[in-house]
Nanobody
Framework: QVHLTESGGGLVQAGGSLRLICTGS????????MGWFRQAPGSEREFVAT????????AYADSVKGRFLIFRNYGANTMYLQMNNLQPEDTAVYSC?????????????????WGQGTQVTVSA
């Protein structure tokens, strides 16, 4: 069974950047699509970005397109979210997730394994 751990969150000023890392342990995540979701206080969890098992397909929420980049390192069993030009509305707990299969998906019911999350706070 795979276990996911996020890291790289923190406090940054508006316009700044952070790189989140999702590390898989226990089993390889290479064959599966992976995703990033976020949840702000008082809000529902929302999709951020996803990458396919072959990394040939990606998808982003409209709110982060052009600012965030999702990519993965198969050898290190990791996935990343590079976040640039962060804004206060990006403040949330960010969680990574492993999909049931290799196809990308923007809905959380396509994912069966979740990390604990990492806090991202963007100050104005």
């Amino acid at each position: 069974q795979v276990h996911l751990t996020e890291s790289g969150g923190g406090l940054v000023q508006a316009g700044g950047s952070l790189r989140l890392i999702c590390t898989g342990s226990g089993r390889t995540i290479s064959n599966y699509a992976m995703g990033w979701f976020r949840q702000a206080p008082g809000s529902e969890r929302e999709f951020v970005a996803t990458i396919g098992g072959s990394a040939s397909a990606t998808a982003y929420a409209d709110s982060v397109k052009g600012r965030f980049l999702i990519f993965r390192n198969y050898g290190a069993n990791t996935m990343y979210l590079q976040m640039n030009n962060l804004q206060p509305e990006d403040t949330a707990v960010y969680s990574c997730a492993k999909a049931i299969g290799s196809a990308i998906s923007t809905t959380d019911n396509a994912y069966d394994t979740w990390g604990q999350g990492t806090q991202v706070t963007v100050s104005a």
